[in-house]
């Protein structure tokens, strides 16, 4: 059985954890429950063409003091969901943080994606179709979800193990960082 490394990203409060326990047990928590630097859930999904996968998902702290310690687990890792909250413009600002840490510190062949989450809500600060912009700037796929109604928590998870798995065998372990090949910056579109 294959087993995929996938780490959720973004900045505090954004649901990170809410939407992996969503996706893990099924169970949605109203509390705000901010993560104490790490933690990680089990799951196992049969993927098209590739059977049982087991899927190892961190859940990283946003808060800025454990940065550090956040970055230090994107080694190894086959991919990144980076959230942010669609209710909280200054979440979605950080994406372009998030994606430079990646960018200094991730692999150079990670697969990732950006999650708009709590998209229940109304109104947001952030509209669907900012969200689609901005991954299609860093040439990335995007999912808008709701931890607290379940759309769309399955099928952003099954699409970043799909992309993982899309690669051949040996680039599913990545094996340098990212600015030694070609930066995320080059891959947007324009000069911002």
């Not at 970055?71 to 669609?86: C, E, K, P, R, T």
């Not at 970043?160 to 030694?180: D, G, H, I």
């Amino acid at each position: 059985m294959v087993t995929l490394k996938l780490l959720t990203i973004g900045d505090s409060g954004v649901g990170k954890t809410c939407l992996l326990l969503k996706y893990s047990s099924g169970q949605f928590s109203p509390m705000f429950i901010t993560t104490i630097g790490i933690d990680y859930k089990l799951k196992t999904i049969n993927v098209d063409n590739h059977g049982e996968v087991k899927l190892q998902i961190w859940d990283t702290a946003g808060q800025e003091r454990f940065r550090t310690l956040t970055a230090s687990y994107f080694q190894g890792a086959h991919g990144i969901l980076m959230v942010y909250d669609v209710s909280d413009r200054k979440s979605f600002e950080s994406v372009s943080t998030w994606m430079n840490m990646i960018e200094q510190q991730a692999d150079s062949d990670i697969s990732l994606i950006l999650v708009g989450n709590k998209c229940d809500l109304f109104p947001t600060e952030v509209s669907k179709e900012e969200g689609q912009k901005l991954a299609e700037e860093f040439e990335i796929p995007f999912h808008a979800v709701s931890a607290k109604t379940n759309e769309g928590v399955d099928e952003c998870f099954l699409s970043l193990a799909q992309l993982v798995l899309s690669k051949p065998p040996k680039t599913r372990a990545p094996s340098q960082p990212l600015s030694n090949r070609q930066s995320l910056r080059r891959r947007r579109r324009g000069c911002c």
